[in-house]
């Protein structure tokens, strides 16, 4: 039954379908604002990249030699605005969700495309305001924007940063929006709610977060930038302001926030890790239930980010419980993507590398977590490096790594083309060990008591920093070669097909590049999800 | 598969104009109720009549009580998570005297 | 040129959704989600306002003597009504009473109107007395009553910030209220699709609601009342 293999990228898609600056720029195609917001994410993710790497180079030598210990600040502020609010919380919703949930869906677009490309607009209004402050002279506030260095004495650009995430932060909220209600709404004729992709699921739990956190850490931020334009003093202390309160306020959202990072990679990975194995997902059901756990739970827990900051030590306690049982459902997923491997048919393509690097890392990142939950190990571990590695452990090894995967896997449905594969397994072994050698030794610096946020340190730290910076380079190195040879993929990569990794799910039905209107006629789906049993083995594979 | 909502349920005018009287009054008890010294009661019955007309307001000029049940979900969802932010962030507060050290 | 109440739905259909129904059940949902997110984002000014009314209630107290109690009943009463007229022209609205709709939604306006306008005058006299958090803020008489005028600088704080951030939201829904009138006086509106004349009534009825909470606990705060 050989199936004719396709030499050619299909014609009359999304793509070509209308050339030109202003059809890009006032398109409602999901397809095409996803295209967007991957152009501007990229270019978000080499701002905060160029700014560790000035981190890391500072961080070479013991003494502060590079950079003024304001200029530090201004750095690792930066660094983590562009990663945090720029490049991780939109990254796989706002590209890939936006390509993939209609198609997954069976659906023609989202329920609301215009706003989709308003949000894009904003999203885009709010990185100006941000560059712009960075590039005026920076913040040096922490990404954390604590008060009242922020709203008082900091004398930097904090409003224009405020106001560009408090922007963005409206991008956010309404892409979240989108995807409720698309997913409430819009489902093909037989697509019931545990026949929906995991990936649906992980992005509907994020959205749950986006709409309800998003507009707490709006009205913070609003306030800072009030406070420091008008004296409207909610957190001044002069006046019996209570700092604490803006880091309720702050880490409401900013918790939860983690969880929009997260949960769509791990949405991700499920897809990934079911067509790989070529098996079912182990407890299809549990996985699902556990994203909506991690959003409900993840609204619980802020508070083990002020264990040391003043809060009454009962407070403590009851956050620190709750912080151990967020653990759980991510705990479950785990299992279950470990259990979905277990007798199956492993293939090793590139998404399948990252894939297998996010469980590991993520159970390392999540583990470590547990660990802060403890309180008594948090006060001797926090502020220090070793949360600097717990969090890019989770946000890189999981995130980072769960998004590569997301690219590779859905790279030849976005553009109709393959990727080198030799490239690419070199790309995802780069990361991996450049990742390592960055971040371990940092939960050993963390543990010996390095600070976070100096750029001076002891000496005897210094090997540890210089093995980190290393691994940064070779880190660097792993990012940008995908940059090179996905961009090489547009014209010379052989073209894909529909479906070149033979997987279960709706997007894979249609042509790649897919049509603007994604389906001729609106699917019925009879089928249960990841219905490997009965997807014929190996068709013709394009691209190997 | 559609919701048939209230597209064929017209509320009478009657029913608005008779939540509109209700308001009014519920707005009269209130400031009536503030002159008079109730001690911390005060509060709990100024947020009691606030809540009694917001949930009219929400039931019936909203037409929740009309609506699907997800809207009544999703309704109730933001009001339980703003109770989390309030009441979570008050065990803070609450418990800030509590501890003493000890030997001091 | 008069154009049938199918043919207005059927104009209104937007081509990714298979029929008026999804639409309707979609955009309304929509609005409800967005109501949601202004849900939490007032809700962070309330939790700053339990946090410091605990403790400090006495400033809470002083602050809100100097509020006009007889106008934020009048403005609680005429929102109100503007809810009323509100609800009263989406009803119009279903059973394709245009002209009626119109009306109902002009009388909204006007309300609107009054309400920033009676906030505008206590705005005024807040400002002529100093009571606008800064460095130019005075409040006499509160060491007298021992109460600590930087406290009650964060009271005021956020009476601005909470009634500003309301009122803006009002001048939001006037707009919208504003293109509905606009768009409906040209027909654009039957009962088949009427989607966004509800959907900025329930905006509207949200605004209400916030004022129904912010009246109480910024103006009733304890039974010495000033104004």
């Known amino acids: 039954m050989a199936t004719a293999v396709q030499t050619t990228v299909e014609t009359d898609n999304y793509l070509n379908n209308g050339y030109g600056l202003k059809s890009w720029l006032l398109t409602k195609d999901h397809k095409r604002i996803a295209i967007l917001y991957l152009i501007s994410i990229t270019a978000m993710f080499f701002v905060g990249g160029f700014f560790a790497m000035l981190i890391r180079l500072e961080l070479l030598t013991p003494a502060g030699d590079l950079v003024s210990s304001d200029t530090y600040n201004k750095l690792f502020t930066m660094h983590g605005i562009s990663m945090i609010f720029f490049f991780l919380i939109p990254s796989v919703p706002a590209v890939l969700g936006n390509f993939l949930i209609p198609l997954m869906i069976g659906a023609k677009d989202l329920a ?34 604590y008060t009242p260095f922020s709203t008082t004495y900091s004398n930097t650009h904090v409003i224009g940063a405020a106001l560009g995430i408090f922007i963005a932060g409206f991008a956010s909220i309404f892409t979240g929006l989108n995807f409720i209600v698309t997913i409430h709404r819009m489902r093909a004729p037989g697509m019931t709610w545990t026949r929906l992709p995991l990936f649906c699921w992980s992005n509907y739990a994020a959205s749950i977060i986006m709409v309800l956190g998003t507009p707490v850490v709006a009205i913070t931020i609003l ?19 209570d700092p604490l309160l803006f880091q309720h306020l702050f880490w409401f959202y900013s918790h939860p926030a ?25 407890g299809y059901e549990f996985v699902a239930l556990a994203s909506i756990a991690i959003a409900v739970l993840g609204f619980l827990v802020w508070a083990h980010h002020m264990f040391v900051a003043g809060i009454s030590v009962y407070a403590a306690l009851v956050f620190s419980l709750l912080s151990y049982l967020v653990a759980i459902p991510s705990a479950v997923k785990v299992f279950n993507w470990t259990a979905t491997l277990y007798k199956g048919s492993i293939r090793y393509d590139t998404p399948m590398l990252y894939a297998f690097g996010f469980i590991g890392l993520f159970t390392v990142g999540g583990l470590t977590g547990v660990f802060l939950a403890s309180l008594g190990v948090d006060v001797h571990v926090t502020d220090t490096y070793f949360v600097v590695a717990h969090f890019h452990y989770v946000m890189v090894g999981g995130m980072v790594l769960a998004y590569m995967a997301g690219l590779h896997f859905w790279w030849p449905k976005i553009t109709g083309r393959m990727y080198p594969e030799g490239w690419a397994k070199l790309s995802a072994l780069l990361v ?36 980190s910076t290393a691994g940064s380079s070779v880190l660097a190195v792993g990012y940008v070669l995908p940059m090179i040879y996905f961009l090489w993929s547009l014209r010379y990569g052989k073209p894909a097909g529909p479906n070149p990794w033979n997987a279960v799910g709706l997007e894979w039905m249609t042509p790649s590049p897919p049509p603007t209107h994604n389906f001729d006629e609106t699917p019925v789906v009879t089928w249960e999800a990841y219905d490997y049993e009965h997807q014929p083995e190996e068709e013709v594979r394009v691209g190997h | 598969m559609s919701t048939e909502e209230h597209r064929q349920h017209v509320i009478p005018t009657s029913i608005y104009v008779g939540i509109w009287a209700v ?7 209130t400031v009536f109720a503030s002159f008079i010294e109730l001690g911390d009661w005060n509060i709990v019955l100024a947020l009691t009549i606030a809540s009694i007309k917001a949930t009219l307001v929400v039931l019936f000029f909203m037409h929740l009580y009309y609506s699907s049940k997800l809207t009544k979900v999703t309704m109730i969802a933001a009001v339980f998570f703003l109770f989390l932010l309030l009441a979570l962030s008050m065990t803070d507060y609450l418990t800030r005297g509590w ?6 | 040129m008069a154009t049938s109440d199918i043919e207005i739905a059927e104009h209104s259909l937007q081509h990714h959704f298979a029929d008026m129904d999804q639409q309707k059940d979609a955009s309304t949902f929509g609005m409800w989600l967005f109501l949601v997110t202004e849900i939490m984002f007032f809700g962070g000014l309330f939790c700053a306002y339990l946090v410091y009314r605990a403790t400090y209630y006495q400033a809470f107290v002083a602050g809100s003597q100097t509020m006009n109690i007889w106008l934020g009943a009048t403005n609680t009463a005429v929102l109100i009504c503007s809810s009323l007229s509100m609800a009263l022209g989406v009803r119009c609205a279903q059973i394709g009473k245009t002209k009626m709709m119109v009306v109902l939604l002009l009388i909204t306006i006007v309300f609107g109107f009054g309400f920033l306008g009676i906030k505008g005058v206590e705005y005024h006299e807040h400002w002529i007395n100093h009571q606008f958090p800064g460095p130019n803020f005075q409040f006499e008489g509160a060491e007298a009553g021992g109460v600590n005028p930087q406290n009650v600088q964060i009271y005021f704080s956020l009476y601005w910030a909470m009634t500003g951030l309301h009122a803006l939201h009002m001048i939001i829904g006037i707009g919208l209220v504003t293109w509905i009138v606009i768009a409906g006086a040209r027909g654009a509106y039957s009962p088949d699709y009427y989607s966004p004349v509800e959907n900025v009534g329930l905006y509207w009825h949200f605004v209400d609601l916030v004022w129904i909470y912010l009246f109480p606990l910024l103006y009733l705060i304890s039974k010495k009342h000033g104004g």
């Not at chain 1, 306030?223 to 302001?241: D, K, S």
């Not at chain 1, 949960?263 to 194995?277: K, N």
């Not at chain 1, 971040?439 to 730290?461: K, N, S, T």
Request: net charge positive; aromatic share 16%.
């Open chain 1, 112 to 145: 609301f495309p215009r706003l989709n490309l308003a949000s894009w607009y904003i999203y885009m209004i709010g990185a100006i305001f941000a560059l712009v402050s960075m590039i005026s002279g920076g913040v040096d506030t922490g990404w954390t924007f």
């Open chain 2, 99 to 104: 501890l003493t050290n000890p030997g001091r």
């Open chain 1, 432 to 467: 991996f060990v450049g990742f390592n050698l960055t971040f371990f030794p940092q939960f050993i610096l963390g543990y010996m008591g390095m600070p976070r946020r100096y750029h001076a340190y002891p000496p005897e730290f210094q090997v540890l920093n210089v093995l």
């Open chain 1, 223 to 241: 306030l800072v930038a009030l406070e420091r334009l008008f004296h409207i003093g909610v957190f001044n202390p002069a006046l019996g302001g």
């Open chain 1, 258 to 282: 983690v969880y929009i990072m997260i949960l769509p990679g791990m949405g991700v990975i499920s897809e990934i890790v079911t067509c790989f194995s070529r098996k079912r997902v182990f």
């Open chain 2, 23 to 29: 308001l009014m009054v519920l707005t009269g008890v």
